[in-house]
Structures are given as structure tokens and as C-alpha cells.
């Protein structure tokens, strides 16, 4: 039997995870609990080996396709005490993209 703090733990991580999955979902494909790390009390959250998805790019409008991408690493600090009032830091680390021309992708010089 689990006790109450490794309940709340898994509940929180369960949480988190919800959340990161609405705000990167359209970004990143492999988004699951099991890559999640959190250190409750000090407020970092880690995600590993996140699979970006073909259209993670796609509103930047750039003149390429993804056709493969990668992160190493995802990592938010939060201030659990200061959530509303301080910054969320995200730190990204080893972006591997593999682009090739975009062929539907309109491209304005000007912009």
C-alpha cells in the first residue's frame, strides 16, 4: 500500500502532466508520465527524449518542413509559492531538427 505523500506525489505528477500535455501536446508527440520528473519542493519539472511533431513549427511560417525533431531535454523551474506573481524559466537543451524545403509554405520576403 502506497501512503498518503506518494499518493499526493503521483496525483501532482498525474496534474502536471495533464497541463504540460494541453500546453506542448501540439508541439511534441511523446508527451507520458513515465518522462516526467518533478522535484515537488523545488519546483522543477524535466522532461527527456520529447519527439517534436511534424507541425511544431508550423505557425512560425517558415519556408521549411520538419520532417523529423528531437529535444533532449525540457526543463520548467516554477515558484510554487510566487506562481502568479514570478516568471515560469524554460530551458531547453539539444534541439535536433531535420528540415527540407517547404513547398507549401508561402514565403513574403518583407516578413
Known amino acids: 500500500a502506497s501512503s498518503p505523500g ?3 506525489t503521483t496525483m501532482f505528477e498525474g496534474l502536471v502532466a495533464w497541463v504540460l500535455e494541453r500546453y506542448l501536446g501540439a508541439y511534441v508527440e511523446n508527451l507520458d508520465k513515465s518522462k516526467l520528473k518533478i522535484s515537488l519542493y523545488q519546483g522543477n519539472v524535466v522532461l527527456t527524449d ?10 512560425l511560417q517558415l519556408p521549411v518542413a ?3 525533431g528531437k529535444l533532449g531535454s525540457l526543463q520548467l ?14 530551458k531547453v537543451d539539444e534541439v535536433y531538427l ?14
Request: aromatic content about 6%; hydrophobic content about 45%; overall charge positive.
Open 50 to 59: 520529447l519527439v517534436l511533431r511534424a507541425s511544431a513549427l508550423d505557425e
Open 77 to 90: 523551474t516554477v515558484s510554487w509559492k510566487h506562481l502568479l506573481t514570478k516568471p515560469i524559466s524554460v
Open 66 to 68: 520538419v520532417k523529423w
Open 98 to 111: 531535420l528540415a527540407v524545403p517547404g513547398t507549401d509554405v508561402p514565403y513574403d520576403r518583407v516578413e
Open 6 to 8: 506518494q499518493r499526493r
